[in-house]
Nanobody
Framework: QVQLVESGGGLVQAGGSLRLSCAAS????????MGWYRQAPGKQREWVAI???????NYADSVKGRFTISRDNAKNTVYLQMNSLKPEDTAVYFC?????????WGQGTQVTVSS
């Protein structure tokens, strides 16, 4: 079992920045992968960014160059630094962990970007 707790969401103006945090109950270095997803009202959940066990990262085209995923193994925490935010980034952001083939999700944190 893995528990994930997100924090750091909020209201920000377009062009601003936010940093989301995802605290895990187990070592993040032991996860097969960890990632961030988001779900806007009336839309399906979509993948945003991922960090693999070895440390490599990948991003959805819509956030590439603006968002950065990272992890702090000592704090068992994964971060999503979001810069140059746009109104279309407004969504509930969820942390995901894959551990021994099972997927775990946090409760989500709301990000609202005003124009």
């Amino acid at each position: 079992q893995v528990q994930l707790v997100e924090s750091g969401g909020g209201l920000v103006q377009a062009g601003g920045s936010l940093r989301l945090s995802c605290a895990a109950s187990r070592s993040v270095a032991s996860m097969n992968r960890m990632g961030w997803y988001r779900q806007a009202p009336g839309k399906q959940r979509e993948w945003v960014a991922i960090i693999i066990n070895g440390g490599s990262t990948n991003y959805a085209d819509s956030v590439k160059g603006r968002f950065t995923i990272s992890r702090d193994n000592a704090k068992n925490t994964v971060y999503l630094q979001m810069n140059s935010l746009k109104p279309e980034d407004t969504a509930v952001y969820f942390c995901n962990a894959r551990y021994w083939g099972d997927d775990y999700w946090g409760q989500g944190t709301q990000v609202t970007v005003s124009s």
